[in-house]
């Protein structure tokens, strides 16, 4: 099974300010079809994981343009340009690359300073 | 907009079976997703349990100690988590969510607390 891990930990951040989370893989995401099988997930506090980044790059619908995901093969970012408020929570980067299973990072909280 | 909502015993016995259901709404459980249970022990992170489709095709995570089964009732627009013998550590969160092409896991229920104690 591919390992997903995350750094940092946790990150506090100033409202306004960037954001980057780190996800490495332990095997490449990228397929032979050209897409990299990386998402990422925000867990608001007290509630169900919500889909920000499909597909390495890919805003699902109704994400702010301020996410972004990027990288290749097994390094990866999520990047916030301007931290709110509303953006605390637990990030999570999963991979569908090799599957099953799915499987998750340990998981970056974010909070706000 | 699709709503999925877990439901099941709240205890659990050491060494009993696990079961949840998920009624999903707003959508068929016919239509071209896989149906996927997800669960988080208490402050710790997500781990994906299985997912089944429609026509009953399923996928397991091979990591998981306890048996699982997972079932679907199409003229209950449900799908169903059964863990057989389980333990504390199986102690957690568990949320059912929709896998969808390309997306992936796009909805998911607000989840329920199943504790597993004597």
């Known amino acids: 099974e591919i390992v997903m891990t995350q750094t940092p930990l946790s990150l506090s951040v100033t409202p306004g300010q960037p954001a980057s989370i780190s996800c490495k893989s332990s095997q490449s995401l990228l397929h032979s079809d050209g897409k990299t099988y990386l998402y990422w997930y925000l867990q608001k506090p007290g509630q169900s994981p919500q889909l920000l980044i499909y597909e390495l790059s890919n805003r699902f619908s109704g994400v702010p343009d301020r996410f972004s995901g990027s990288g290749s093969g097994t390094d990866f970012t999520l990047k916030i340009s301007r931290v709110e408020a509303e953006d605390v929570g637990v990030y999570y980067c999963?991979?569908?690359?090799?599957?099953?299973?799915?499987?998750f990072g340990g998981g970056t909280k974010l909070e706000i300073k | 907009q699709v709503q999925l909502q877990e439901s099941g015993p709240g205890l659990v016995k050491p060494s009993g079976t696990l079961s949840l259901t998920c009624v999903v709404s707003?959508?068929?459980?016919?239509?071209?997703?896989?149906w996927s249970w997800v669960r988080q022990p208490p402050g710790k992170g997500l781990e994906w349990i299985g997912e089944i489709y429609h026509t009953g095709s399923t996928n397991y995570n091979p990591s998981l100690k306890s048996p699982v089964t997972i079932s679907v009732d199409k003229s209950k627009n449900q799908f169903s988590l059964t863990l057989s013998s389980v333990t504390a550590a199986d102690t957690a969160v568990y949320y059912c969510a929709r896998r969808a092409p390309t997306v992936l896991l796009d909805y998911w229920g607000q989840g329920t607390l199943v504790t597993v104690s004597s």
């Open positions: 999963m991979q569908s690359m090799q599957f099953p299973p799915l499987t």
């Open positions: 707003g959508g068929s459980i016919s239509s071209s997703n896989w």
